[in-house]
């Protein structure tokens, strides 16, 4: 558009010297010959294509003719068009000298940008206006306002909640030694209802599936417990941690069993399935993918309930 526009003016300065020599007949033969081309071009395209300089070309050129005028004209374009099209080229002009003449508070030099944030990530326990304090030691004037707003920006939490360990900072921190637990239910072709008991290292995402019965009772909940265990000995794990839900399969000899290794069982909160969130999307997986589709035909090696020998996925 900016070579367009000098572009524009340079050749419509040249067709004015052309037209001084004419005669008022021979322009008025010319004006009514470009006229009924225009009115040709006109029935065989709906809508022209215009460039910007193109309706800044022609806002610029028409601003001095009168409405009444402008509306008799045979243009491409209807006269309301053109004095939007000059509205626009006023508002954009102004806008343009307004954004030059802004006035306010200026901005916060980088430097003392890059000081605060530094402060705050150094010294967590340290809320704003401490850090305002900080920078007055040094002789930096700033507001508490403006470091409030400064650390807002950047989504650096308050003071108080920023050493605060999140759910999720602490299962990447020890996945090494998280294990999540879960039953889910599996359908046989006869109908039958299957509890499925899985485990899953968070470290690996190694699964290992205990087991499948229709009575999950706590006896069989309790060595189902013990089978865990003997397979984190037998693979040198060392868990510390393990999650599970509130579900009344898990009874107090399950949690038991995990103590006695020295292993911490974590519960989640009441419907919130996030806590669990890998354990969960395993058993969404099984159930879209029909992963477990095994249970249904109940192959050798499985007893008269149902329940498989240990699997490790």
């Not at 910007?52 to 491409?76: E, G, K, M, N, S």
């Not at 000298?97 to 326990?125: C, D, F, H, Q, Y």
């Not at 999140?166 to 299962?171: E, G």
Request: glycine share 4%.
């Amino acid at each position: 558009m900016l070579l367009q526009l000098p572009y524009l003016a340079v050749s419509s300065v040249f067709a004015v010297i052309r037209l001084l020599p004419m005669s008022a007949v021979n322009k008025d033969i010319e004006i009514l010959t470009l006229r009924h081309q225009l009115a040709v071009l006109q029935r065989q395209i709906d809508r022209p294509r215009i460039t910007q300089a193109d309706r800044a070309f022609l806002a610029a050129l028409l601003q001095r003719l009168p409405r009444p005028t402008l509306r008799q004209l045979h243009l491409i374009v209807s006269p309301d068009t053109v004095l939007r099209w000059h509205r626009d080229l006023m508002r954009r002009r102004h806008a343009d000298a307004s954004r030059l003449k802004r006035s306010g508070r200026p901005p916060t030099r980088r430097s003392i940008r890059a000081l605060v944030l530094r402060l705050a990530r150094e010294s967590s326990s340290w809320e704003y206006r401490r850090i305002h304090g900080e920078l007055a030691l040094l002789g930096i004037k700033v507001a508490p306002s403006t470091v409030w707003e400064i650390l807002r920006a950047h989504r650096i939490e308050p003071a108080p909640e920023r050493d605060r360990l999140t759910w999720a900072v602490f299962l990447r921190g020890q996945a090494h030694a998280i294990l999540a637990c879960d039953f889910f239910t599996a359908t046989t072709l006869n109908g039958a209802t299957l509890y499925v008991f899985a485990v899953i290292e968070h470290t690996s995402r190694r699964i290992r599936v205990l087991g499948a019965t229709a009575h999950p009772t706590a006896d069989w909940v309790t060595e189902a417990a013990r089978n865990v265990v003997m397979d984190l000995q037998d693979a040198g794990a060392t868990v510390r941690h393990l999650i599970r839900d509130r579900d009344s399969n898990f009874t107090r000899t399950f949690d038991a069993v995990f103590e006695a290794e020295g292993i911490e069982v974590v519960t989640t909160g009441i419907r919130m399935p996030r806590m669990n969130s890998i354990m969960e999307r395993w058993v969404q997986v099984c159930r879209r993918e029909e992963q477990c589709s095994g249970l249904v035909d109940r192959p050798s090696g499985w007893d008269a309930e149902g329940v498989p020998s240990r699997l490790i996925l």
